[in-house]
């Protein structure tokens, strides 16, 4: 059954349909992405990077002869882990920040997690970047340039099992930065136990009813549509790389801070991602000193690009978890305790965002209401590839067994689990019942027919004589309200009025393929209502290069359309007062007896549109740049639900979304 959606309020643009502003250069092949840009038609005599992979689970390079490679025709630059600018270079990660806000090195999210090196002779997982990378005239020369590479390796033991790991005598994966394969207590991620609230014991004491389970979440991949892809080039002393990272303040402050040469010397260009899910949230990547260096040395534009294989390097945080929960016979839930285990990989990047942060945010959005809670966790190291960020961080791991814990229990208890979540979820600044939990839950539920087609386990009615269907559901607080994205800090926009009335949008944010760029053009278009123009009057600036001197809106949290609108709405009043100054100074009035209706400055028996005033001035654009930090008021979180009916063939177990 569809629903058409109801706005709360009726606007001209918003809430309805809009042909997205990129589509005819999309279809049309036109959209230029990273690996678009960077070519040799563009950048006459770009190089092509490649970087030596290890093929075991845990080694350390012993010693390496890259005479061969050096001298074969067509290889224009080499840097191994023995020369003097990698050698003085600091040890970092892929986790400086989650693509949120700008952060130094010294400020980066996980400052005792610093476990990489870039072009180490340590790695840590079959496929790190160790050793040496090599620049040459084609991708396939710089592959027969690496095969030519001598490595002698010392082989080292290994674990891929995280509760192995965990034990005593398991051989230590970063001596560097932890004496166990155990994460430290982070400031940023706080300790193991991360939540405790009440007393857990009491609470599972008062309890009728006591249910504990388990889950295993794995750790897929993105398949991302866009992989990595870089270019860096020099003129001189100043570094210019484009690429298909979507932070590119933070690539900036990263590449700077990494090669330490100053902000103003590194420009970073990107325009459009294609599908990147959550990759980009590594984004502070290795690759880019090393193709930076490579262009150095070189003295020529080197492309870097990981190949599909490649691009399977960040997988989802896999993790284990283990649900206690104890409820009166009511329904009321007494207790709660919860403990992950995380399988991180070789490298920490941000593996405590996954563990610890999305189960915090979720304990203070959804699970308000109970008075006892223990969340725990611990996020381990194993030479396995680095699990980390994809959309959704670690929603989807606490997710299923939150789901299952829901199930289970009202099963136990006889009642009906969308009863029982509309009894015991809310957040902290709400009521429970929660409204938004309320709704949802009920809607979906009327939507699917959940009462006539809900049954106890088993006693369904058969189709076909062999098959069994059932209904189910999942929900979770929405990610993110405004308030929540409070340590973005400053969102900037600015907005340009030119002389025919028709305007340029700079709401720099890299497009990823998510609309929105326009939603962007939207927001705008309705906040400039009072000029009568149209969306197709707007023009955004699609390439967001560092050298504008805006700072990016980054496209996590779903957040970049609606902070950007809501900058756009404070800067197109302030665009509103420079136009009535401009008129009345015009008009020989006084400003407070002016008005901008559709166009047209009305006042006092004068009247004037817009484009004759400004093409009556001396052509110069009226542009308003803002600055505006999120608002701070705790407004509560907006719930989202999800409904499905399944059927499953109990002679061949297939199962099918019906």
């Known amino acids: 059954m569809t629903i058409p959606y109801k706005p709360r309020m009726k606007r001209q643009f918003v ?15 036109r959209a230029p992405y990273a690996d678009d840009m960077i070519s040799d038609r563009n950048y006459p005599g770009l190089l092509h990077a490649v970087v030596l992979r290890c093929p075991y689970p845990r080694a350390r390079i012993i010693r390496m002869d890259v005479s061969k490679a050096r001298a074969l025709p067509g290889v224009k630059a080499v840097l191994t882990y023995e020369d003097p600018e990698v050698l003085r270079m600091k040890p970092t990660n892929a986790g400086w920040t989650d693509a949120v806000d700008t952060v130094s090195y010294e400020g980066m999210m996980w400052r005792k997690f610093r476990d990489r090196r870039v072009l180490g002779d340590y790695a840590t997982w079959a496929g790190d970047e160790v050793g040496v990378a090599i620049a040459a005239i084609s991708q396939q020369i710089a592959e027969q340039a690496l095969k030519l590479v001598d490595v002698d390796w010392e082989v080292l033991p290994f674990e891929l099992d995280p509760l ?20 430290p207590p982070d400031p940023v991620g706080g300790p193991d136990v991360f939540l405790v609230k009440g007393d857990i014991e009491k609470g599972f004491a008062e309890a009728d009813v006591v249910l504990e389970m388990d889950t295993k979440h794995h750790n897929p991949t993105q398949g991302s549509l866009d992989p990595w892809c870089c270019m860096a080039t020099w003129e001189g002393d100043q570094l210019t790389i484009i690429s298909n990272s979507y932070a590119t303040d933070q690539t900036r402050m990263h590449v700077s801070q990494m090669l330490e040469i100053p902000i103003h010397k590194v420009r970073v260009v990107s325009k459009y991602v294609g599908g990147q899910f959550g990759r980009g949230d590594t984004g502070d990547q290795p690759f880019f000193i090393f193709t930076a260096l490579l262009a150095k040395i070189a003295g020529q534009p080197v492309k870097f690009k990981h190949s599909r294989r490649d691009s399977f390097h960040d997988t989802r945080q896999p993790a284990q978890y283990h649900c206690k929960v104890g409820a009166k016979a009511d329904g009321t839930i007494t207790a709660l305790h919860f403990k992950s285990i995380g399988d991180i990989g070789a490298h920490a990047d941000h593996s405590v965002f996954a563990l610890k942060f999305a189960p915090a945010e979720i304990s203070e959005a959804a699970l308000a209401p109970i008075p006892n809670i223990k969340m725990e ?7 396995h590839i680095p699990g980390c960020m994809m959309r959704g961080v670690g929603n989807s791991q606490f997710n299923f067994i939150f789901g299952r814990m829901i199930d ?13 979540s509309i009894q015991n979820f809310g957040h902290e600044w709400g009521s429970c019942p929660d409204a938004s939990l309320k709704a949802v839950l009920e809607t979906g539920a009327q939507r699917i027919g959940w009462t006539e087609k809900r049954h106890q386990p088993g006693t369904g009615p058969l189709y076909e004589g062999f098959k069994r269907r059932g209904v189910g559901f999942s929900v979770h607080p929405g990610w993110h309200a405004e308030w929540q994205e409070e340590r973005r800090g400053q969102v900037q926009v600015k907005i ?11 709401a720099p944010t890299v497009e990823t393929g998510t609309g929105s760029n326009t939603c962007n053009v939207l927001g705008c278009a309705e906040a400039l209502g009072f000029l009568g123009i149209q969306p197709k009057d707007i023009a955004w600036v699609a390439a967001i290069d560092t050298d504008r001197g805006m700072r990016d809106c980054v496209q996590t949290d779903s957040a970049v359309s609606f902070l950007q609108s809501e900058v756009m709405i404070v800067a197109a009043q302030e665009l509103k007062k420079k136009l009535l100054d401009t008129a009345a100074s015009f008009l020989q009035l006084k400003t407070d007896d002016l008005e901008i209706v559709k166009g047209r ?21 009226i542009s308003v740049m803002i600055s505006r930090h999120p608002a701070s008021q705790r407004t509560g979180v907006p719930y989202i639900a999800s409904f499905a009916e399944v059927e499953v063939d109990t002679s061949t177990g297939r199962t099918q979304v019906v």
């Not at 289970?408 to 029982?420: N, V, Y």
Request: with cysteine; charged share 25%; proline share 8%.
């Open 377 to 383: 966790s611990y996020a381990v190291y194993t030479d």
């Open 496 to 506: 340009t009025l030119n002389p025919d009335c028709t305007v340029t949008l700079d």
């Open 408 to 420: 289970g229990l009202a099963e136990k208890l006889g009642k009906d689990p969308i009863a029982l």
């Open 164 to 183: 192995k790991a965990l034990k005593p005598g398991a051989p230590v994966i970063h001596p560097e930065t932890a004496s166990t394969n155990v994460l």
């Open 15 to 29: 809430g309805g349909y809009q042909p997205r502003i990129d589509a005819d250069e999309k279809a049309h092949g």
């Open 601 to 621: 400055i009305v006042g006092a028996g004068k009247e004037i549109s817009v484009k004759e005033l400004l093409m009556k001035g001396d052509l110069v654009p």
